[in-house]
């Protein structure tokens, strides 16, 4: 919680509710869709996920999917005024690189297929892959996942550390949306250059090791008459 809000802090300058609250929510599925023609790699249970493009002459595009229940975790009536996204980068990839959010419009699943790398693993039951919402019956409408285009927000990538997505009107929406619609939530695509080869990251998952590094969402929310 200290490492999301000390990268919040920066960001307050603005006033906020007297009686602002806030909910710390870590996601609860997590994954990578591999490019890969035949719909056959995925990595839903493995400790990092990958976005951007490795360097791989061919099927080289990696996008992540991460998921929080915000409906389990706020007051039914509550009233969403910031919501901030904390990742943290492993890769050892230097180089400076966009990495944009996108409201994610089907559903998805985290199967038991386990990768420590930007290859993944065999697709087993239940998992999302470059064709599949779960794998192997369900399909995504296209190829890559189905997603809105414009982006919820950006943030910019370099080096190892944690990385902040910080509030944008989109992401507020989006998590309004969430907690008033628990079953449309299907959480977010990160999306990095896909353009270059040799521009992917690599996020820590819900299941690194070190837990202070998983994925986390926070929000802040008033209830109504405060």
């Known amino acids: 919680m200290f490492r999301i809000f000390s990268t919040i802090l920066l960001s307050c300058l603005v006033a906020a509710p007297v009686s602002a609250e806030w909910a710390y929510i870590q996601a609860d599925r ?50 969403i005024d910031r919501v901030f996204l904390t990742l943290y980068q492993s890769s050892n990839n230097t180089v400076p690189s966009d990495m944009t959010l996108h409201v994610m419009l089907a559903d998805w699943g985290e199967g038991a297929s386990f990768s420590g790398g930007g290859g993944g693993a ?42 902040t997505w910080q509030s944008t009107n989109k992401m507020v929406n989006n998590v309004r949306h969430w907690l008033h619609d628990p079953d449309r939530n299907f959480g977010w ?31 802040e929310y008033h209830l109504p008459g405060e």
């Open 30 to 79: 997590d994954t990578t869709l591999i490019e890969d023609p035949d719909g056959a790699k995925a990595n839903g249970s493995g400790p990092v996920f990958f976005a951007g493009r490795t360097n791989q002459a061919m099927f080289s595009v990696r996008r992540a999917l991460v998921r929080f229940d915000v409906a389990s975790a706020l007051p039914e009536d509550a009233i």
């Open 122 to 163: 065999p697709a087993e039951k239940g998992d999302a892959t470059w064709l599949h919402t779960f794998w192997d019956l369900q399909y995504w409408v296209q190829a890559g996942g189905h997603f809105v285009s414009r982006a919820s927000a950006t943030a910019t990538v370099k080096g190892n550390g944690f990385y």
């Open 189 to 219: 695509l990160v999306m990095g250059d896909e353009s270059a080869g040799g521009s992917v990251k690599r996020f820590d998952s819900r299941t690194a090791s070190n837990a202070d590094q998983h994925p986390e969402l926070a929000v």
